[in-house]
């Protein structure tokens, strides 16, 4: 049997249980909507458009954070690798701000930024930066000696030394720290479009909450949920096991 006919009837033993509990349990819509109910709420959803919108939205503010984080993470990760001052100050410093939740800061937002796209853009750079930050410097960290060695050797340095030997052999950890700092983003996105304006599938969930619809809510889960899975297996895990098959690691 293939993973994928397994997933198959994983998913299809799920909806089936779903759907009997919430016809049976006897508990009003709005709590526990059936299956069938959820799907015809996301069908009409996606038809009128109003779930394409909302998804375009925070796909978009998503796509810029998380470039943004990544750049960010990158450069202050090779600052720590290269430099002790930076690693014992920055990189300390760094460590304290990862652990902090990133939603923490929309308070901070709002009051430089007002309630808008760039108050949610800023926390989604947030929640990403940091757990780069800190995987980019533990990729460069881990380089082996003996290629930088042999490097040298050959006489590489400077910015050639670093896009020839240090990047390229980084590469694999940081593809795990890009499948770390994504999920980050997307719950720095859902938080702050939770709390803010302007659209986008958090506010559609502060929506369904609002009337009770449970039924809306969950369609946006599930459309979460998708997304996720869709990046996480098409994206990142084809990227990782190119980069894998390229070291000769698979």
Same mark, same amino acid.
């Given at each position: 049997m293939t993973?994928?006919?397994?997933?198959?009837?994983?998913?299809?033993?799920?909806?089936?249980?779903?759907?009997?509990?919430?016809?049976?349990?006897?508990?009003?819509?709005?709590?526990?909507?059936?299956?069938?109910? %959820?799907?015809?709420?996301?069908?009409?959803?996606?038809?009128?458009?109003?779930?394409? %919108?909302?998804?375009?939205?925070?796909l978009s503010r998503l796509l810029i954070g998380f470039a943004i984080a990544i750049s960010l993470g990158v450069f202050l990760g090779y600052l720590i690798w290269r430099f002790k001052l930076v690693e014992d100050t920055l990189g300390f410093l760094v460590t304290a701000l990862q652990s902090i939740p990133s939603i923490v800061?929309?308070?901070?937002?709002?009051?430089?930024?007002?309630?808008?796209d760039i108050?949610?853009?800023f926390i989604v750079t947030i929640g990403a930066t940091w757990t780069m930050t800190v995987s980019a410097a533990s990729g460069f960290k881990n380089v082996p000696t003996l290629y930088q060695r042999v490097a040298k050797t050959f006489g590489s340095k400077g910015f050639h030394f670093v896009r020839t030997v240090i990047l390229p052999a980084s590469v694999p950890q940081m593809i795990s720290g890009l499948r770390i700092a994504w999920a980050f983003s997307w719950r720095a996105l859902m938080a702050g479009e939770l709390l803010g304006a302007g659209g986008g599938l958090g506010q559609m969930l502060e929506m369904g909450r609002s009337l009770g619809q449970m039924d809306l809510?969950?369609?946006?889960?599930?459309?979460?949920g998708v997304i996720g899975t869709i990046m996480d297996n098409i994206v990142f895990m084809r990227l990782e096991k190119s980069v894998q098959r390229k070291w000769g690691l698979n």
């Open positions: 993973t994928a006919l397994r997933r198959i009837i994983f998913i299809a033993i799920i909806a089936v249980i779903w759907e009997a509990t919430s016809r049976l349990s006897g508990l009003p819509a709005f709590m526990f909507p059936s299956l069938s109910q %959820v799907l015809t709420t996301l069908f009409h959803g996606i038809v009128d458009g109003q779930i394409l %919108v909302a998804v375009f939205k925070s800061w929309f308070p901070l937002a709002i009051i430089w930024f007002g309630l808008n108050s949610i853009l809510v969950i369609s946006v889960m599930i459309i979460i």
